[in-house]
């Protein structure tokens, strides 16, 4: 029998705030010492009371609009009650019935060009639990993530591949830095993603019984989890087998998923509102002005690079991080040439910075200076080669190119005059050359343009000099 997946994925990124969720301890922990951004209210002190940032809930409703979700006016924070080491509380603080939005879309571009339209059931709120860390001596607990602002983006079970979930999943994350609603760094822990899968008989309308696989910390595990769930249910329906609903975990390291609870019930963790933060209450004028804060999303921004004269990779590559967007656009602004400001950027730029092992992050020349050196060579004021040679230095100090190619006399040498004076000098330099060339050798004008080409650096145009030497020659 032929089986088809059906996924569904939930993916928690943390909101980009300047503090956590409930307190005022910094949201900046990466890399910190473990347990310095902590306070009474993070590491659940009895008698303590948290107090909602109002960040927390603009930006995540911000994420949600991106999706295209409904934002309801009333909604609540609710405890979900359960005990771990790393939950000091006794309980996470989210949202049950009443999320802070539901019901949006997100849509993916598949390989063969279709497009496919992923549901969105809810984003919710929720803060985030403590790091524990198994030592051979023991193991150890650090607090700094605890309370930072979560929001959880459940999709319908709409995902029939792991390359569909995959480009959901990137799609997600491209959309959230866009907005800013998380920074969605993968590295820095701060998107996850649980994976449900089941398989269904192909033609069958009704879903099987899912697996879920938590806390996945990268675009790859995940994709790996999957094929694996995939294969694992696959081989045991085969074998006459049965799935079992459950809690599975994934082990990076020999690459399965291992079972590790019976899935629990909601009212197993006794769900009810959280008695200390007051209801969400988010009025039309709140959701008016954030809708406004949304800028283009990628897919616009691709076929608008597109009708600009991008190609469809190099729009992609662009529109696919939001920084080497608002580069690109102003750089383009500046240059006026948009075409060739994507070939700078995409092949000099980026390809200089792969050079010496760096990404665009570590990129120190400003888009206005890219902008000014596109429009140098595009207003003939300068050559292409000469904006190569000169590229590096231009980087390096992030120099305005037009100033530089001013005191370094790098113009392209339009004064014709000027130009038949060196040819005529060079002509007379060169006698052999000059008798090679009239001897019939037809090839050797190339040496005297390169001779010219020498002098000059590069700041005579090869065609008007190769046209003037065979007028003086002829
Ligand atoms: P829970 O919160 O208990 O994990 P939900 O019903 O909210 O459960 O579903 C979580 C995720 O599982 C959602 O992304 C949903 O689309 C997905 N899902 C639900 N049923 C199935 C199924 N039969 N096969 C695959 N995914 C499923
Ligand atoms: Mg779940
Ligand atoms: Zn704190």
Redesign the pocket.
Same mark, same amino acid.
């Given at each position: 029998m032929e089986y088809e997946p !059906? &996924?569904?994925? %939930?993916v928690h990124c943390r909101i980009s705030t300047k503090t956590k969720m409930f307190c005022r301890c910094s949201n900046d922990i990466f890399g910190a010492k473990p347990n310095t951004h902590i306070c009474p209210i993070c590491t659940g002190f009895p008698g303590m009371l948290p107090l909602m940032n109002e960040e927390v809930v603009k930006k995540g409703i911000l994420g949600a609009l991106a999706l295209g979700c409904e934002v309801p006016a009333f909604s609540k924070m609710d405890r979900k009650s359960y005990f771990y080491p790393d939950l000091p509380k006794g309980f996470q603080i989210s949202q049950y019935d009443l999320p802070v939005s539901e019901k949006g879309k997100l849509t993916i571009t598949l390989s063969d060009g279709t497009s496919k339209e992923i549901g969105i059931?809810r984003l919710h709120l929720e803060d985030d639990a403590g790091k524990l860390t198994h030592t051979a001596g023991g193991t150890l607990v650090d607090f700094n993530r605890s309370g930072t602002p979560l929001m959880e983006i !459940?999709? %319908?079970?709409d995902i029939r591949s792991t390359e569909e979930a995959s480009l959901y999943a990137r799609q997600l994350q491209k959309i959230m830095r866009y907005v800013g609603a998380s920074d969605a760094d993968m590295e820095k822990g701060m998107m996850r993603f649980d994976i449900?899968?089941?398989l269904r008989p192909k033609g069958q309308k009704e879903?099987? &019984?899912?697996s %879920?696989t938590k806390n996945l910390n990268s675009f790859r595990s995940m994709e790996k989890a999957l094929d694996y769930e995939i294969k694992r249910q696959t081989e045991l329906l085969e074998s006459g087998g049965k799935v079992v609903q459950e809690t599975r975990g994934w082990d990076d390291d020999k690459e399965i998923t291992v079972s590790q609870r019976s899935k629990e019930e909601?009212a197993e963790y006794r769900y009810f509102p959280e008695p200390d933060i007051p209801p969400i209450v988010v009025t039309r004028e709140m959701v008016e002005e954030l809708k406004k804060q949304i800028p283009e999303l990628p897919d616009a921004k691709v076929a608008k690079y597109k009708e600009m004269g991008l190609s469809d990779d190099d729009a992609k590559i662009i529109a696919g991080d939001v920084k080497l967007v608002k580069f690109f656009e102003k750089a383009a602004e500046v240059s006026g040439s948009p075409k060739k400001t994507s070939n700078w950027l995409l092949s000099e730029l980026l390809g200089h910075l792969k050079a010496s092992k760096m990404t665009f992050y570590d990129n120190k020349l400003s888009a206005e200076n890219l902008g000014k050196l596109v429009k140098l060579i595009d207003d003939g004021v300068i050559s292409g080669k000469i904006a190569k040679d000169i590229f590096e230095e231009v980087y390096s100090g992030d120099l305005d190119p037009e100033k530089y190619v001013e005191e370094k006399g790098l113009k392209v040498i339009e004064d014709t005059e000027e130009l038949e004076r060196i040819c005529q000098e060079t002509i007379d330099k060169n006698p052999n050359i000059v008798a090679d060339f009239k001897g019939g050798k037809e090839k050797a004008i190339g040496g005297l343009v390169g001779k010219i080409m020498g002098t000059t650096r590069g700041t005579a145009n090869p065609k008007s000099v190769n046209e003037i030497l065979r007028k003086l020659l002829a």
């Amino acid at each position: 029998m032929e089986y088809e997946p !059906v &996924i569904g994925l %939930e993916v928690h990124c943390r909101i980009s705030t300047k503090t956590k969720m409930f307190c005022r301890c910094s949201n900046d922990i990466f890399g910190a010492k473990p347990n310095t951004h902590i306070c009474p209210i993070c590491t659940g002190f009895p008698g303590m009371l948290p107090l909602m940032n109002e960040e927390v809930v603009k930006k995540g409703i911000l994420g949600a609009l991106a999706l295209g979700c409904e934002v309801p006016a009333f909604s609540k924070m609710d405890r979900k009650s359960y005990f771990y080491p790393d939950l000091p509380k006794g309980f996470q603080i989210s949202q049950y019935d009443l999320p802070v939005s539901e019901k949006g879309k997100l849509t993916i571009t598949l390989s063969d060009g279709t497009s496919k339209e992923i549901g969105i059931t809810r984003l919710h709120l929720e803060d985030d639990a403590g790091k524990l860390t198994h030592t051979a001596g023991g193991t150890l607990v650090d607090f700094n993530r605890s309370g930072t602002p979560l929001m959880e983006i !459940v999709s %319908e079970p709409d995902i029939r591949s792991t390359e569909e979930a995959s480009l959901y999943a990137r799609q997600l994350q491209k959309i959230m830095r866009y907005v800013g609603a998380s920074d969605a760094d993968m590295e820095k822990g701060m998107m996850r993603f649980d994976i449900n899968v089941s398989l269904r008989p192909k033609g069958q309308k009704e879903f099987g &019984i899912r697996s %879920e696989t938590k806390n996945l910390n990268s675009f790859r595990s995940m994709e790996k989890a999957l094929d694996y769930e995939i294969k694992r249910q696959t081989e045991l329906l085969e074998s006459g087998g049965k799935v079992v609903q459950e809690t599975r975990g994934w082990d990076d390291d020999k690459e399965i998923t291992v079972s590790q609870r019976s899935k629990e019930e909601a009212a197993e963790y006794r769900y009810f509102p959280e008695p200390d933060i007051p209801p969400i209450v988010v009025t039309r004028e709140m959701v008016e002005e954030l809708k406004k804060q949304i800028p283009e999303l990628p897919d616009a921004k691709v076929a608008k690079y597109k009708e600009m004269g991008l190609s469809d990779d190099d729009a992609k590559i662009i529109a696919g991080d939001v920084k080497l967007v608002k580069f690109f656009e102003k750089a383009a602004e500046v240059s006026g040439s948009p075409k060739k400001t994507s070939n700078w950027l995409l092949s000099e730029l980026l390809g200089h910075l792969k050079a010496s092992k760096m990404t665009f992050y570590d990129n120190k020349l400003s888009a206005e200076n890219l902008g000014k050196l596109v429009k140098l060579i595009d207003d003939g004021v300068i050559s292409g080669k000469i904006a190569k040679d000169i590229f590096e230095e231009v980087y390096s100090g992030d120099l305005d190119p037009e100033k530089y190619v001013e005191e370094k006399g790098l113009k392209v040498i339009e004064d014709t005059e000027e130009l038949e004076r060196i040819c005529q000098e060079t002509i007379d330099k060169n006698p052999n050359i000059v008798a090679d060339f009239k001897g019939g050798k037809e090839k050797a004008i190339g040496g005297l343009v390169g001779k010219i080409m020498g002098t000059t650096r590069g700041t005579a145009n090869p065609k008007s000099v190769n046209e003037i030497l065979r007028k003086l020659l002829a």
